[in-house]
C-alpha cells in the first residue's frame, strides 16, 4: 500500500474514532471537504503542512497517521 493510502486510511479511521464527519474535520483542519475526501482516499499526495493540521485538528501526533 502506498504511503499516500496508508495516511488516507488512518486519517478516516482516527476520524470515525472521534464520530466526525468530513465537513467537521475539513472545518476544523483549515481544508476543503473535498480535498479531504481525496487525502481519505489515497489520490492526494498531501504536504507536511496538511499533515501537521490534520494531526492537531484530531488530536493526535503526526507518527499516528502515517504508521501502518
Known amino acids: 500500500m ?3 493510502e496508508v495516511f488516507g486510511k488512518r486519517v ?9 464527519t468530513q465537513e ?3 472545518f476544523e483542519a483549515g ?7 481525496e487525502v ?5 499526495n498531501v504536504s507536511l503542512d496538511v499533515v501537521e493540521k490534520l494531526a ?7 507518527e499516528a497517521l502515517v504508521a501502518e
Open 2 to 4: 502506498r504511503l499516500a
Open 12 to 20: 478516516r479511521e482516527v476520524r470515525h474514532e472521534r464520530g466526525w
Open 24 to 26: 467537521q474535520l475539513a
Open 31 to 37: 481544508v476543503k471537504r473535498a480535498y479531504l475526501s
Open 40 to 44: 481519505e482516499n489515497g489520490q492526494r
Open 56 to 62: 492537531k485538528a484530531l488530536g493526535v501526533g503526526p
